[in-house]
């Protein structure tokens, strides 16, 4: 495939400033960008928590945001090395809350941690509504 692939996961609850940075800066670092949006399974497994949109939902969001390519679903974290290589990702971005936490792809591709928007949170806007809410 020519030009550069950049690959980038998450879950995208609650749509903020912060996401629509991250898959912006990560588009810029190459020419096609796909996104891996996190299952309803995978998140309860994880938080013990549904989120606040379904995994069609937060898909259908995702892949209507201008710079992004194609939208899949990340049914698991351990599966980082097949969807690189599913998708001949060349650069693989996330946040820097996981930085160094995929270090161990950079055999396949590289690996970009961005620094994170400050003071914007899908915790924090659920907390928001539920206790300012009238
Ligand atoms: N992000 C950001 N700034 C914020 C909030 C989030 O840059 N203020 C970034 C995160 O660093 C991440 C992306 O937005 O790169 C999506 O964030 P989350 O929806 O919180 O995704 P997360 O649950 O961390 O991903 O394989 C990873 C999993 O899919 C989980």
Redesign the pocket.
Known sequence: MAGKTVI??????VF?V??V??LNRAAELGDRLVV?V?SDA?NFAKKERYPVFTEDERMEIVANIKVVDAVFV?ES?EQ?RDYVVEHQADVL??????SGKFDFLTDICEVVY?????S???TAIIEHITTKAV
């Open positions: 980038t996961f998450g879950t995208f609850d903020h912060g996401h940075r991250v891996g996190s995978l990340e974290l980082k971005v996330m946040g820097d809350d996981w961005l620094p994170r928007t400050p914007v949170s899908t």
